[in-house]
């Protein structure tokens, strides 16, 4: 019995620990299902997070490729307006939907520093001219040209007055139709002779414009025109290039009996009459496959033709006349040759006007020329010095001589001829320092403080005159 009894105590207990031992594994078991259940939150809570940031991730990319999506989208459409054979170039502003540029733009320019000193006027620093120069391409065929100029000084709004000038040299639209034949429209310089063509500063060896350009040629010369140019023929032995334009009338009183052919040029100015002129230039290169004879030989023909109507003007002793319509007609012919280097520039013209053009309502021929020579060359002592820091700077000696018979219709004969020695500097191709000096020797038709303006000449005896010249002049 007390066996039985010592057994059943003995399972009464292990029954009572096996209930305990129960109940302890339930609650274990309650809490690890409850932290379970914890963890499976917080894993769907770290889950619906992580997607909220991709959400928000993809929705910020999405908005940023959108916004590049419509910028896109408008440089297509604009792209697509264009013809399929353009070679158009287009940017977008960062952040913007609009197109900054459409067309291929180029800017460049040049200006010219002097310093004169002559024996007929007081010495005069001058800003000579300052030169913005704008070309754009607008297609494959079309181009557009503008050249804004500054000379000496100019002020466009002031106190005071200048004897400068702000003006539109050139601005025109070319339309290209093949090599050979190109249209033009707009104001262009006059196709006659090379100066007036290739005027710069830094293209020439000497400060000054030769005379014949500046009494029979009026350079720089500019006028509002339509016409054509090409290069026909262009290979190793030859090349032909041409320029043929029409233009309003000459000015039909700007011709002077002394001072030459100097204020023919209208400039923008509104015509006179109902007449038209014309000019034209050829320009060869006959030698091209003779390199042994020269590494550049041109040779250019040219001729201006312009009507005009009679105008009321005064005659000689300053009585009222009427002078009668005409012609006016300038020629011109000018040589380029160069081999390495020593080289040669020289240019002629001839220029006539029927009766009535000028104020005596004679008519009046004018004639003049120049020839120039030039040598290139460096001292290698030189390259030691602040001068030769550079990868080809030069020396170029040039000498030219000038002469103009301004009216060879005149018994006081109104001529000049000029002698100018210069030396000049060049650090880099397009930047130059020129040292000239210059002797004059004056017909006895001319004479006057200051010959080179039309309002300051007059007859007189023989006189020379000498003077010296400075300039610094870069393009870019």
């Known amino acids: 019995m007390l066996h039985?009894?010592?057994h059943t105590t003995t399972l009464c207990l292990v029954a009572a620990a096996l209930s305990i031992v129960s109940h302890i594994y339930a609650a274990e078991s309650d809490t690890e299902a409850l932290r379970a259940e914890v963890r499976a939150m917080r894993e769907a809570y770290e889950s619906r997070i992580a997607t909220l940031e991709e959400k928000v991730k993809d929705?910020?990319?999405?908005?940023?490729?959108?916004?590049k999506s419509a910028d896109k989208r408008v440089t297509d459409a604009f792209a697509k307006s264009l013809p399929a054979e353009t070679g158009v170039s287009y940017q977008i502003a960062p952040g913007a939907n609009s197109v900054r540029s459409s067309t291929q733009v180029t800017l460049g320019g040049y200006t010219e520093f002097t310093y004169i000193d002559r024996s007929t006027r007081t010495p005069q620093f001058n800003q000579l001219k300052t030169v913005a120069e704008l070309s754009s391409r607008i297609n494959e065929k079309i181009n557009l040209y503008i050249e804004a100029e500054e000379e000496q000084g100019a002020v466009i709004a002031g106190p005071e007055a200048t004897q400068g000038e702000f003006e539109i040299e050139q601005a025109y639209i070319d339309y290209t139709i093949d090599k050979s034949l190109n249209f033009r429209a707009g104001t262009t310089l006059v196709p006659l002779g090379h100066y007036n063509l290739y005027h710069e500063g830094f293209l020439n060896n000497l400060v000054d414009r030769p005379l014949v350009d500046r009494r029979i040629i009026p350079t720089t010369w500019y006028e509002e025109s339509i016409g054509f140019y090409g290069t026909p023929i262009d290979n190793d032995t030859l090349g032909l290039t041409y320029e043929t334009y029409m233009y309003n009338p000459a000015a039909s009183d700007g011709v002077d009996p002394i001072a030459g052919f100097r204020g023919i040029h209208n400039e923008g100015k509104s015509p006179d009459s109902d007449q038209k002129a014309g000019a034209a230039r050829l320009q060869f290169e006959p030698a091209r496959s003779f390199k042994n004879v020269a590494d550049t030989f041109e040779v250019g023909l040219s001729t201006y033709v312009s009507g005009f109507s009679g105008f009321k003007g005064v005659n000689s002793d300053?009585?009222?006349?009427?002078?009668?319509?005409?012609?006016?007609f300038i020629s011109a012919a000018d040589v380029t040759w160069e081999k390495k280097n020593v080289g040669f520039r020289g240019e002629a013209a001839f220029a006539h006007t029927d009766a009535g053009e000028n104020s005596t309502g004679k008519a009046q021929s004018?004639?003049?020329?120049?020839?120039?020579?030039?040598y290139k060359f460096w001292p290698c002592f030189l390259n030691s010095s602040p001068f030769g820091k550079f990868k080809d700077p030069k020396l170029v000696a040039a000498i030219r001589y000038d002469y103009v018979d301004l009216n060879s219709q005149a018994p006081a004969t109104p001529s000049i001829s000029r002698i100018t020695a210069g030396i000049s500097y060049r650090p880099i191709p397009r930047t130059v320092f020129k040292f000239d000096y210059q002797y004059d020797t004056l017909g006895t038709g001319i004479v006057g403080q200051n010959y080179d303006e039309p309002q300051d000449l007059?007859?007189?005896?023989?006189?020379?005159?000498?003077?010296?010249?400075?300039?610094c002049t870069t393009g870019f």
């Open 366 to 374: 004018a004639y003049g020329f120049y020839a120039e020579g030039y």
């Open 59 to 67: 929705l910020t990319t999405n908005g940023v490729q959108q916004e």
């Open 318 to 328: 300053g009585d009222p006349v009427s002078f009668p319509s005409g012609r006016l």
């Open 4 to 6: 039985l009894i010592r």
């Open 458 to 471: 007059e007859t007189g005896l023989n006189k020379h005159n000498h003077a010296f010249l400075f300039s």
